[in-house]
């Protein structure tokens, strides 16, 4: 699917326009780049799950009371249990995992540097099944694909949002972590999406595997006449604003992306292997990439997005959530791997998002609709593996947890809280957080503690 709409365009085209024209490496909307060197050097990693990722499938009750709930209620779409792979949080394991998620499972079981955060979702502050029936402060259009995608990449929860959290965490740190660096500290490998825009900061974006920056201009005499050319074409002054400021932009692109480019040919390879024909991996392989070249590109602090799509899963879930985790968990492992052959593991943390969950009543034609409140993982060093935070809903349709009666979880931690405490390991400090994050306030909790 497309993971944003038409008005995205109206909102980023007036800065990126001629970038996505001219610089072949640069995603349609993309500008700047991120990339890490130093010694404090930390590293935030994002992977969405475009489409709304049915996580009462990705983990679910093991126990017998637990499970046979479950099995009741989701029906056809219910894993058989034998298959669950557990998750053991000490001497017990009342949850357990997909079972094409097994890679997953060893980090959170072997390695304990995958944790699992429980019903996150938006929130524009505590919210009960009484207050929600009675439309009380809710976020704007709850059940719509972009806008829900807009509110958990900026956590702005009403109107339409012109810059992301991600973004916004970068305006605050670079004066202190990047100065002087070549490279603001955004690089997505899949788009651009408003995640990585600030007030300030704009995101350098590349396809994962591809030179970036300029492409058709090799060494030959041709190539660089046609570079000279375009070089002329940037200064070309007509009285336009529009034009002059994207004549600038791509200008910088153009610099940005022959940096990037020369600081990759002198990595060494990378010895981790990435799953061949896997999407995902292709992105966390360009990350890793990217993560080893810090030093020459000199920023101490990075963030990157990726991204799967393809869970808008209104029919035939169970084959089509094998497929994509079969995916999404052998890539997520290689990547930690990689960080662990880098000496960065402690330094990178990687996230999920999903603008919702889906629906724990089975809809018709094998699928779900979609929901609310859902589960997210966090992977990294420095996290407090082997553990489950946050509060797990009640799985009764009608219940406490439920908006209805077909079981759209409402969240019991908001992704103001998630964020911000991605944002507090990262260096962003306590009093800054609720210009970045504007619900905050509204929560006891600013930090959920799966980081140390």
Not at 69 to 94: E, F, H, K, M
Not at 281 to 304: D, E, H, M, P, T
Not at 363 to 379: P, Y
Not at 410 to 431: C, K, M, N, R
Request: with cysteine; glycine share 10%; proline share 6%.
């Amino acid at each position: 699917m497309t993971p944003h709409t038409r008005r995205d365009f109206m909102r980023l085209a007036c800065c990126s326009a001629a970038t996505a024209s001219i610089v072949g490496g640069l995603s349609k909307f993309g500008l700047v780049s991120a990339l890490a060197g130093g010694t404090d050097y930390k590293a935030l990693v994002c992977i969405f799950y475009f489409g709304g990722n049915d996580s009462n499938n990705f983990i679910m009750p093991i126990d017998t009371a637990g499970y046979a709930n479950y099995q009741t209620v989701r029906a056809n779409l219910a894993i058989p249990q034998g298959s669950i792979l557990p998750l053991q949080t000490g001497s017990s394991a009342n949850f357990g995992l997909h079972p094409n998620l097994p890679e997953l499972q060893g980090l959170f079981n072997n390695q304990k540097s995958l944790a699992v955060l429980a019903n996150v979702g938006t929130l524009v502050q505590p919210t009960t099944r009484a207050q929600y029936q009675q439309y009380q402060n809710l976020p704007q259009n709850l059940f719509s694909h972009s806008d829900q995608q807009d509110q958990w990449q900026t956590t702005q929860l009403s109107g339409l949002p012109n810059s992301g959290w991600a973004g916004k965490v970068a305006d605050k740190l670079n004066p202190t972590y990047n100065s002087g660096a070549s490279f603001p500290p955004i690089l997505s490998v899949a788009g651009s999406p408003i995640f990585c825009t600030g007030d300030v900061t704009r995101p350098f974006s590349m396809n994962p595997g591809s030179t970036p920056g300029v492409q058709g201009f090799d060494s030959s005499a041709a190539g660089q006449a046609r570079f000279q050319a375009l070089q002329q074409l940037l200064t070309f002054d007509t009285g336009l604003s529009l034009v002059q400021a994207a004549s600038s932009v791509t200008g910088q692109a153009i610099q940005e992306g022959v940096v990037l480019s020369n600081a990759l040919k002198n990595i060494p390879a990378i010895q981790t292997v990435f799953p061949a024909s896997n999407g995902l991996a292709a992105q966390l392989k360009q990350v890793a990439q990217v993560i080893a070249a810090r030093s020459a590109l000199g920023v101490n602090r990075q963030i990157f997005f990726c991204s799967q799509g393809g869970f808008d899963t209104h029919s035939n879930q169970l084959p089509t959530q094998v497929g994509l985790y079969s995916q999404v968990s052998p890539a997520i492992a290689a990547f930690y791997q990689a960080t662990q052959e880098l000496g960065v593991a402690n330094n990178v943390t990687t996230f999920t998002l999903s603008e919702f969950a889906r629906t724990f009543q089975p809809g018709s034609n094998g699928g779900t609709d979609h929901a609310w409140g859902g589960h997210q993982i966090i992977v990294g060093g420095a996290v407090q593996g082997n553990k489950l935070y946050g509060t797990w809903p009640t799985l009764t349709p009608g219940g406490p947890d439920d908006t209805g009666s077909n079981g759209r979880w409402i969240p019991t931690t908001s992704v103001d809280q998630y964020a911000a405490t991605l944002a507090s390991w990262f260096g962003v400090a306590a009093s800054d957080l609720p210009s970045i994050f504007p619900n905050l306030a509204n929560f006891q909790t600013s930090n959920l503690g799966f980081l140390g």
